[in-house]
């Protein structure tokens, strides 16, 4: 018998906020991280990058183009330049003068409140952020078991990486659809990820009850993203995933065994 699998199965449902409750606040600010609190989300998701003065800064794109009102590469500008961007208002003129977090300051508003799951976003273009992001997360203990931060990327050897840097902090792999689209997440990548991970969290698209099996058996947990509607939600709570990334936090709180 696998304890782990049971474990799994009796654990509490984890709801993850998508960018923070990026639903009714916009991404990667702290308007949208206090929304997930306010919602009592188990966790909110950030993305961190690096400005060109070495900081690191929570935003999505590469760019800065989408969600503020500067342009260029979040890597070509300074922190300064970065802070002085306005990062609410292209979603709503009401959030004007929201700005760019540092990861460093998000990490002291919200320790002990409520739990982070820290994406590594295109770590190809910021050589060391693995070991960079480790020092943020010791400095305030946040690196000890618990589950209080998990980190995740797309880039399966920035996750290896941190892992080694500090294997106390538990880590995911994400999937993206057009990645795993052909083959499905085989039994082969499972044995892969699971020298290292303990979350698999894919594109939604990809996941069926099958696949959450089988990452059970390989004693991960499954979290996919990003869930954006009710029938999306009931159809992975039937797969019977761990729990859901989603830019509506409600939308976990339907689940039978919330
Ligand atoms: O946490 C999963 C999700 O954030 C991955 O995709 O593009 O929203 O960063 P993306
Ligand atoms: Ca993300």
Not at 19 to 46: H, Q, W
Not at 170 to 195: C, E, M, N, W
Not at 215 to 221: C, D, L, P, W
């Amino acid at each position: 018998a696998d304890t782990g699998s049971e474990r799994i199965h009796h654990s509490k449902f984890i709801n993850v906020a998508h960018r923070g409750a990026s639903g009714y606040a916009p991404e990667n600010t702290i308007a949208a991280f206090d929304k997930a609190v306010e919602m009592k989300a188990d966790y909110f998701e950030l993305d961190v990058q690096r400005s060109k003065d070495g900081q690191l800064v929570l935003i999505h794109d590469t760019t800065v183009d989408r969600t503020t009102n500067g342009t260029g590469a979040v890597k070509d500008l300074t922190l300064k330049e970065l802070k002085s961007l306005d990062a609410g208002s292209w979603f709503d003129e009401k959030y004007a003068g929201e700005k760019i977090p540092t990861l460093g300051e998000t990490l002291d508003r919200y320790r002990g409140k409520i739990k982070i799951l820290i994406e590594l976003k295109s770590p190809s273009l910021y050589p060391g952020i693995e070991q960079q992001v480790a020092e943020e997360l010791a400095k305030r203990n946040l690196d000890k078991r618990g589950d209080k931060v998990i980190v995740q990327s797309f880039d399966h050897e920035s996750v290896k990486r941190f892992h080694q840097i500090m294997p106390s902090v538990p880590v995911g792999v994400l999937a993206s659809y057009g990645s795993y689209r052909d083959t499905g997440i085989t039994d082969k990548h499972l044995r892969s990820f699971a020298q290292y991970a303990d979350f698999v969290n894919p594109n939604k698209d990809l996941v069926d009850r099958d696949l959450v099996k089988r990452v059970h058996r390989h004693g991960m947990k499954i979290l996919p993203y990003t869930v954006r509607d009710e029938s999306a939600a009931n159809a992975l709570f039937d797969a019977g995933v761990d729990g859901l990334i989603t830019d509506f936090p409600e939308l976990a709180y339907t689940h039978p065994h919330k």
